[in-house]
Structures are given as C-alpha cells and as structure tokens.
C-alpha cells in the first residue's frame, strides 16, 4: 500500500505519514527532518506538474496504478523536456540508442486494481486503521534511523 506525506489536518491512517508535532528523542527528530524536506520537495514537484497539465490535478482513484505512473512519468518526461528546450541544452539521445535506461525507467513496477470486491473493502478499511498508521510510523522511523548510518 502506498502513502502519502502529509501535515497535521489528515486523520491517522497508514495512507498518510504525518509530521510529528513534538518529537521526542533523535530518532524521531531526525525522522521529522526528512519527512518534511521531502514533503516540500514533492509538493513542489506536483504543484510544477499541475500548473502544466490538467490530468494532474483529477482524482484517480478508479484508474489503474500502472496508468498513474505512466501518466505521471509522461508529464516529468515533457516538463524535463521543456526544461531543457528553454535552456538551450542540447539532449544526447546517444545512450537511448545504446539500450541502456535510466534507474528511474528500470525501477517502474506496474500493479494492476483487485479483482473482487472483497479485496477492495479489505484495502479500505487497512487504509483507515490507527493501529496500522502506528506500525507504519515506527517503521518507517527505525528505517530513517538506520539508513542514516545509526
């Protein structure tokens, strides 16, 4: 299941990792520091996106998550692309044609919606449990604390 970074106004469900007001302790404090750099970070990147393409901005809820991450990797393709055009750069297409890819091509993995039903209220109602929200958080933390060489 994915998630969402986000402030203090969403309710405690795993989907969302909120900031923590008062963090105690440098695991926490350091977790804090991360999660908001990169919660700016991406909130500036959408926002850029947005004010290009309107597809952006629509629920999807209903679409199938290997169609938002083609969408999404076609609008940071064309907004690079512009970039690049506005600044004069010159592409080397040269390494396209050598059949290598950039990891961020090579990392897409493609998940298609449930099957049944019953596999979509499951995925609600995790989506929505305290208890899950909880674990997530501390494991996220713990993994924060160890990828910064503690």
């Known amino acids: 299941m994915g998630y969402y970074l986000a402030d203090g ?7 969302f990792v909120k ?13 804090v520091a991360k999660q908001e750099a990169a919660r700016k970070d991406v909130e500036r990147a959408f926002g850029v996106l947005q004010s290009w393409w309107a597809i952006v901005k629509g629920p999807t809820r209903l679409w199938f998550k290997e ?10 393709i064309l907004h690079n692309m512009i970039v690049e055009q506005e600044a004069g750069h010159v592409t080397d297409w040269g390494d396209d044609e050598s059949g290598s890819r950039s990891s961020t091509a090579s990392a897409t993995v493609a998940y298609g919606l449930p099957m049944d039903f019953s596999e979509v209220l499951a995925r609600e109602t995790s989506m929505r449990s305290q208890q899950d929200h909880a674990t997530l958080m501390n494991d996220m933390i713990e993994e924060v604390w160890k990828r910064h060489d503690h």
Request: with cysteine.
């Open 9 to 15: 106004i969403y309710p405690r469900w795993p989907v």
């Open 19 to 31: 900031t923590i007001s008062y963090p105690l302790g440098d695991k926490r404090v350091l977790f």
């Open 67 to 76: 169609v938002i991450a083609d969408v999404m990797y076609a609008c940071i």
